[in-house]
């Protein structure tokens, strides 16, 4: 065939092929999608699957090291010799160090019960192991922060963050009335939603912020917000506006909980708890259930968020409210968290401050 002739033909082939690649089955962009997604989970499931063995794998060798030094009294050196001849057996392999075998060590006189490692631990990653050997000392406290870190994936910077913070002594602590005014099935997961006290540390303060001020700052830090409100909530918007009558009101901040299927109203106050807080905060919820909820959603919750509440003053004015209500403290200090009979033992800036000049 002559060469002019073999061009003309290559082309029309090219041509060809264009055209039927350019002409996809109905259904191609969701098979595509599908299949996608898929490999995705499938990829997560080896991830998870590879971290799990590597876990197990480094409470073998800590119970290994464990044991021997109980029984056989291995010393330091023993260890930094297994860490070399490990090394260099496996040189390709990271973790094998001998720093990271005492965390193995201390990792199996953790958890001694190696259905809880296979069951738990284990599906988390080795860093987060590390952080909480590290962090905790209470094996109820390691746990509780390994199941929440499942639970709502946290990553190993988040997880510090919540244990700074001591997440587990502030989940399901506010003062609400869910029990009278929620289904059973709900009620316990509600509760469990709420904290007290919620601490913003990344908010700046100043001694004349306005209520208004102190939305902006949480809106302008949305995602810590989240972050700090906890899995499930999702920011629907700031000052929303219900209009009731010839009245408009606007909410301060709104969410939506993802989990409990409703809406999330919250009320900022630069005050302590007040009766009439509790009063208007039934209002609201009345008008956002009214005028925004849809079949589907779940009756809506409020929470309050005071600078100081009293207890005795919470459960009264909530005892004959209608609408689901919790209450709780903000802080911008993690000193906050220490119980309030302790916070005035410790000296403020102020006293420190003079201690030093004199």
Sequence with gaps: MPVAKKRSASRRSAKAGRG???VLPKNYAAVLEAVKARIRAAQLRAALAVNSEL?????????????RQDKEGWGSKVVERLAKDLHREFPGMGGLSERNMKYMRAFAEAYRDGSIVQQLVAQ??????????SKLK???????????TIAHGWSRAVLDAQIATHAHRRQGRAITNFKRTLPADRSDLAQQTLKDPYTFEFLGIAADMRERDLEQALVDHIQKV???????????????????????????????????????VVDLKME????????????????????????????SIGLLLCKDNDKLVVEYALRDVAKPIGVAEWRTRLVATLPKRLRGALPSVKDIERELSE
């Design 20 to 22: 039927a690649v350019s």
């Design 226 to 264: 989240l972050l700090e409100l906890g899995s499930g909530f999702a920011f629907v918007g700031r000052q929303v506006p219900l209009k009731v009558g010839r009245k408009e009101y606007k909410v301060d901040l709104l969410f939506y909980h993802l989990k409990l299927r409703c809406y999330v």
């Design 272 to 299: 302590a708890f007040e009766p009439e807080h509790a009063g208007k905060m039934n209002f609201y919820l009345t008008a956002v259930d009214a005028r925004m909820r849809h079949p589907d959603d779940k009756p």
């Design 124 to 133: 988390i990653p080795w860093g987060h192991n590390v952080l909480l050997l």
């Design 138 to 148: 209470k094996p109820e406290h390691r746990l509780w922060y390994a199941q929440a």
């Design 55 to 67: 876990v197990m794998l480094y409470w073998y060798i800590g119970r290994e090291i464990r044991e």
